[in-house]
């Protein structure tokens, strides 16, 4: 059976997940994060999309993008797994893929939604008992968005820059985020519209979405019975 495009429009913020092929790593160590990082900028750089929230797990990226134009995440993506591939089979004497088939990637609403995105992508560390403090992890936007360093690959998306009061010190309104809980709902519901594919927001959001693209942008429900014998986890549970 043919596979739908993804849904795609320019100037919409998308948030992606690229898992290891079979959950394995695909960062040994730092310098492969570094190289992946440099290669991003690269991507970036071609194609004019703009990053505002990362992390690099050690078996998944996520990855908080707006393109340009219709196309130029794929674009991106396509740029960025090619190149590092090659750079890590070559480095690490291994041949095949890397990363689990295709990437995953949902349309992302702006304001409130894009800013609890980027909270979810920056505590994914903390989700994983990798350390309690997301700032302290120096794989991801979060130090950055924080106002504790500087970070060349970051572009502020304007609901990040309202965020920001003049009165405080940079960074400050982010940490605030960052300590108000996110209900077991919320990440359920970042979840499904990722693993779907769908258009993550307000109503009239979605249905934007639809008109622009003839598309069905909202999630399905989550739990349905399972068939006989279907015992495969749910690829983004762990995160």
Known sequence: MARYPRIDLAGIPQHVVQRGNNRLPCFLDNRDRWEYLETLRQALQHTGCQLHAYVLMQNHVHLLLTPPKA?????????????????????HERTGTLWEGRYKACLVDSEVYLLRCARYIDLNPVRARVTDDPANYPWSSCAALCGLRDEPLLTLHPAQVALQDSAQPP?????????EAISKDEIEEIRIYLRQQRAWGRDDFRSMVEAKTHRFAGARPAHRPKARGES??????RK
């Not at 960074?171 to 300590?179: D, V």
């Not at 495969?232 to 549970?237: A, F, K, N, R, W």
């Open 71 to 91: 196309g130029a995440v794929g674009e991106l993506m396509q740029r960025l797994g090619r190149r590092y591939v090659a750079w890590f089979n070559a480095r």
């Open 171 to 179: 960074g400050t309104a982010y940490q605030a985020l960052l300590r």
């Open 232 to 237: 495969e986890p749910d690829p983004l549970s």
